[in-house]
Nanobody, 126 residues
């Protein structure tokens, strides 16, 4: 069993920062791929950032230079540092993980991930 629980969401003004955390329980190893997705009102879920061990990370173009994904394997925790937040970042953010084969090119595809958290709300006001 793999369980993911997000936290750290909230409401901030444009230009502010938030750090999301994803606490993982079960068998999450360094070889597991982990990612953040988000779903804005009226839109489909999209990949935000992904990470695999210390080999690579990947970001959506819309967040490059503003967001940073990281993981602490000793604590089984995934993070997403979000800076310079914009109103268009408003969304429910989800943590995801998979033990299946993956690669950087496919790492932001929703269907690649089998384990999901319940989400945490991020609201950015102008």
């Amino acid at each position: 069993q793999v369980r993911l629980v997000e936290s750290g969401g909230g409401s901030v003004q444009s230009g502010g920062s938030l750090r999301l955390s994803c606490a993982a329980s079960g068998y999450i190893y360094s070889r597991y791929y982990m990612a953040w997705f988000r779903q804005a009102p009226g839109k489909e879920r999209e990949g935000v950032a992904a990470i695999y061990s210390d080999s690579w990370s990947n970001y959506a173009d819309s967040v490059k230079g503003r967001f940073t994904i990281s993981r602490d394997n000793a604590k089984n925790t995934l993070y997403l540092q979000m800076n310079s937040l914009k109103p268009e970042d408003t969304a429910i953010c989800y943590c995801a993980a998979t033990g299946q084969s993956n690669n950087r090119d496919d790492s932001l595809q929703t269907w690649k991930y089998m384990y999901w958290g319940q989400g945490t709300q991020v609201t950015v006001s102008s």
